[in-house]
């Protein structure tokens, strides 16, 4: 099964892709962490990327499309994956739709929909796991020691693209690029969307729904 995960910045993508991919039996990939990973280990994309993270902008497709594809592309892919942050722009999707067309194409798309006060809120609490990736929220789920990795036992940090006036600019951008593609797969009928605002569990259990139905 091959699952999208679309949702504004700090909408639960995160949260949700590792149970998601359990249930599913596959993999699941961020491209953000895909950045992230890049910039740990000072490569040139990693280099690349940075200068637009931090400004809260999209990286150029070109750079984008190749390193997701590549992910793609691996053997251990071949049977499914649940993709979080991918695609954002419209030539993105039309990669994404030529890569796999052959496949079968895209099964489900989740949209977590979440209003912006709450997006706000929560990406300027979140601490997120060096090792695992795990989000965690000061107040919305804490780890049980505190700056600890519940799952890894990892040190937790605060993004810097979680600053305020990123936040603000990742969301707009987010409404200008992503929106048309949110569109663009609900009119293909493949996009079920969930109430993001609700507990995590809820949205977890909406979410396996929504991928088994
Ligand atoms: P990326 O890392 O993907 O960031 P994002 O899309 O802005 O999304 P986030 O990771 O911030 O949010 P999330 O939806 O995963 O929320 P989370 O689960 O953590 O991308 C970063 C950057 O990389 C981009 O800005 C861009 O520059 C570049 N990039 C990445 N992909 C790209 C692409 N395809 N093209 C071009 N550029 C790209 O949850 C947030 C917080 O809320 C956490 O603290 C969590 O604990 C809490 N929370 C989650 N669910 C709930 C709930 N139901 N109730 C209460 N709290 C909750
Ligand atoms: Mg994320």
Request: charged share 25%.
């Amino acid at each position: 099964m091959r699952v999208i995960l679309m949702g504004p910045p700090g909408s639960g993508k995160g949260t949700q892709a590792a149970s998601i991919a359990n249930h599913l039996g596959v993999e699941s990939v961020s491209s953000g962490d895909l950045f992230r990973d890049h910039q740990k280990r000072d490569t040139e994309l990693g280099r690349l990327a940075r200068s637009f993270m931090e400004r809260g902008v999209y990286v150029p497709d070109d750079v984008t499309i190749k390193m997701v594809m590549d992910w793609i592309d691996d053997p251990a892919h071949a049977n499914g994956f649940v993709l979080d942050g991918f695609p954002r722009t419209h030539a993105q999707a039309v990669a994404l739709d030529e890569e796999i067309e052959s496949l079968g194409g895209i099964d489900r798309v989740l949209f977590f929909r979440v209003a912006q006060n709450e997006l706000v809120r929560r990406l300027t609490g979140r601490m997120i796991c060096r090792q695992c990736q795990t989000p965690y929220h000061a107040q919305s789920s804490p780890p049980n020691t505190e700056g600890v990795c519940d799952r890894c036992g990892g040190e937790l940090y605060e993004r810097n693209d979680d600053k305020a006036e990123v936040v603000t600019k990742r969301i707009q951008i987010y409404s200008d690029e992503t929106e048309p593609v949110v569109e663009y797969y609900r009119s293909g009928g493949k996009l079920r969307e969930i109430d993001g605002e609700a507990s995590i569990d809820a949205v977890s259990e909406a979410s396996l729904a929504a991928v088994s139905g």
